[in-house]
């Protein structure tokens, strides 16, 4: 088991961290990250996943919430809950020449299902935070498969 200061220092990396890739995506730097985390929320429901990725183009105003960052994001209908989509709407988007189907939602990640993150730069991985702890700890804390 981990001792207090251990967590408290851990999660202390973490929040240093999220707060500067917010500030960076905010800036309007043209970064790339890679959250890895247990699950988020989508317009309030949870959701499971291994990761997420933040950049200029996913992170649509991004900003701190009490107990992690929220952005608008875009998801296909089909990963959804169908009263999200029927509440949302579809839109349509191009990605990489194809027209597809895409659900605008907001999406909140909370730091405590965050377990690492790393930034690319010029196609190289450079790790910021890694906490195996919180993946084997948090991980059943989410539904597992589609809604």
């Known amino acids: ?5 251990t967590s408290e220092n851990v999660a202390k990396k973490r929040a240093a961290v999220i707060n500067a890739m917010i500030s960076s995506l905010r800036r ?3 970064r790339q990250y890679f ?9 309030g429901i949870p959701y499971s ?4 990725s933040m950049d200029l183009a996913a992170a649509q ?4 919430t009490s107990g992690g960052y929220a952005c608008t994001a875009m998801f296909p209908p089909k990963l959804l809950e169908p009263s999200t989509v029927k ?3 579809i ?8 027209t597809i189907d895409a659900v605008r939602v907001r999406l909140e990640v909370m730091l405590d299902d965050i377990w690492s993150v790393a930034e690319f ?4 991985q450079h790790d910021l935070f890694f906490d195996l702890d919180t993946a084997n700890s948090r991980l059943g804390k989410f539904p597992v498969g589609n809604h």
Not at 1 to 5: A, D, H, I, L, V
Not at 35 to 43: H, K
Not at 91 to 98: A, D, P, S
């Open 28 to 30: 309007g730097e043209d």
């Open 35 to 43: 959250v890895g985390l247990v699950g988020y929320y989508i317009e």
């Open 49 to 52: 996943a291994s990761g997420l």
């Open 61 to 64: 105003d991004i900003c701190h």
């Open 121 to 124: 730069i010029d196609g190289r």
């Open 87 to 89: 509440a949302n709407g």
């Open 1 to 5: 088991m981990t001792s207090r200061p």
């Open 91 to 98: 839109v349509k988007i191009n990605v990489g020449g194809q």
